[in-house]
């Protein structure tokens, strides 16, 4: 009996769960949204609007140094890391655009085109464009719309 209850009491007794314990990782001022990992989890990638226009920065966790990537005018949104982490792509006016994570200037890789994402070899980005799925190289290179998927 003894062995019955101490093996029930190890299958189903969980210690309690440690609080939840929350840290911000950015102090600046401004909004900051749409947040995303680098492969290594290492940086995040965010939009901020605190330089004016919402724009593209990256933050180093270790040594919380936020860096902003994009600037001008523009309405700037959901940076996707490359798999690789050495560019993040984005939406900007309609089209995508890349931009190299060091800061390099930003470009526009496809047009018309949005809610982009990577492949999992960092190749070929997935993305949408008047009511279809497409695919394209990661340079915008070779837009194939993806067959059979429903409107």
């Given at each position: 009996?003894?062995?019955?209850?101490?093996?029930?009491a190890?299958?189903?007794?969980?210690?309690?769960?440690?609080?939840?314990?929350?840290?911000?990782?950015?102090?600046?001022?401004?909004?900051?949204?749409?947040?995303?990992?680098?492969?290594?989890?290492?940086?995040?990638?965010f939009?901020?609007?605190?330089?004016?226009?919402?724009?593209?920065?990256?933050l180093?966790?270790?040594?919380?140094?936020?860096?902003q990537?994009?600037?001008?005018?523009?309405?700037?949104s959901?940076?996707?890391?490359?798999?690789?982490?050495?560019?993040?792509?984005?939406m900007?006016?309609?089209?995508?655009?890349?931009?190299?994570?060091?800061?390099?200037e930003?470009?526009?890789?496809?047009?018309?085109?949005y809610?982009?994402?990577?492949?999992?070899?960092?190749?070929?980005i997935?993305?949408?464009r008047?009511?279809?799925?497409?695919?394209?190289?990661?340079?915008?290179?070779?837009?194939?719309r993806?067959?059979g998927?429903?409107?």
């Amino acid at each position: 009996m003894f062995v019955g209850v101490a093996l029930a009491a190890a299958l189903f007794w969980r210690p309690e769960p440690a609080p939840l314990s929350l840290q911000s990782v950015s102090g600046f001022s401004g909004s900051r949204r749409q947040p995303t990992f680098a492969p290594d989890g290492r940086s995040i990638a965010f939009i901020s609007d605190t330089a004016g226009g919402s724009h593209v920065w990256v933050l180093d966790l270790a040594d919380q140094a936020p860096r902003q990537l994009t600037s001008g005018n523009n309405w700037d949104s959901r940076p996707r890391w490359s798999p690789d982490g050495t560019a993040i792509i984005f939406m900007r006016r309609g089209s995508i655009w890349s931009v190299d994570s060091a800061g390099s200037e930003a470009r526009e890789i496809l047009s018309h085109a949005y809610n982009p994402n990577w492949s999992r070899d960092g190749r070929r980005i997935v993305f949408e464009r008047r009511y279809g799925v497409w695919i394209a190289n990661a340079d915008g290179g070779e837009q194939i719309r993806v067959s059979g998927v429903p409107r």
